[in-house]
């Protein structure tokens, strides 16, 4: 299994405190019952962070006229909305729900050029609440071609509480490339063109990376 590097401190800190539980449980708790019960606690600890932090490689297709999915979940909302951000356009906007058990590293939409990048301190409303895209802690991050410009909003969640976005514009964005990350459970919005060609529905599961969101005429 491979670790994304945007967690390897977390893992770092959780595997000592696994060795070091472990080690205070086996020599120090007499009762056999809460000790095995304790180291099983940590291992489910363990476990539950390696896979969390866990970083498949992904296919990605080589088209330039595709708008990939940023990121692994499930799509919640499909709305057309006026974006003054950055698209400054009519445009269509597709909300990905990632829960804490999907793959949590974002990848680029499309190829181009960091445009835009803002970070906004928030609150941590559930991913759900269509309040969350304009009130969670959240970054907004516009890559641009010349076909295309699409805007993407990493939002901090319930359960989230750290946004990884190492990136500034002005920087390459390639499709399929990662480019951060959200832990424990968020929300990805993505705002393109209303002109693009839809390709998934409510309720349609993504693949970051793999999965097409629309077509770029």
């Known amino acids: 299994m491979t670790i994304t590097k945007y967690g ?81 356009s009519d445009a269509l906007q597709v909300s990905i729900f990632m829960s804490p058990l999907n793959v949590h590293v974002n990848r680029y939409p499309i190829s181009g050029v960091v445009g835009y990048f803002r970070y906004f301190p928030g609150e941590y409303l559930v991913a759900y609440d269509d309040k969350a895209s304009l009130r969670n802690e959240r970054t907004h991050i516009g890559v641009e071609n010349g076909k295309c410009k699409v805007l993407f909003k990493q939002i901090a969640g319930f359960v989230a509480r750290r946004i990884v976005a ?18 424990f459970g968020s929300r990805v919005d993505v705002l393109m063109p209303k002109s693009v060609q839809l390709r998934v529905r409510v309720g349609d599961k993504t693949v970051a990376g793999e999965t097409v969101l629309a077509l770029i005429h």
């Open 166 to 183: 190492p990136i500034k514009a002005g920087d390459e964005a390639k499709a399929g490339e990662r480019f951060g990350m959200i832990r």
């Open 8 to 88: 390897y401190h977390v893992v770092l800190v959780v595997c000592v405190i696994v060795l070091a539980g472990s080690f205070v449980s086996w020599h120090f708790v007499e009762w056999k019952a809460l000790r095995f019960g304790l180291m099983g606690l940590l291992l489910a600890l363990l476990i539950f962070t390696l896979n969390f932090f866990r970083d498949p490689e992904r296919r990605v297709p080589q088209d330039e006229r595709l708008i990939l999915a940023p990121a692994d979940g499930k799509v919640v909302l499909i709305q057309e909305v006026r974006e003054t951000e950055y698209l400054n």
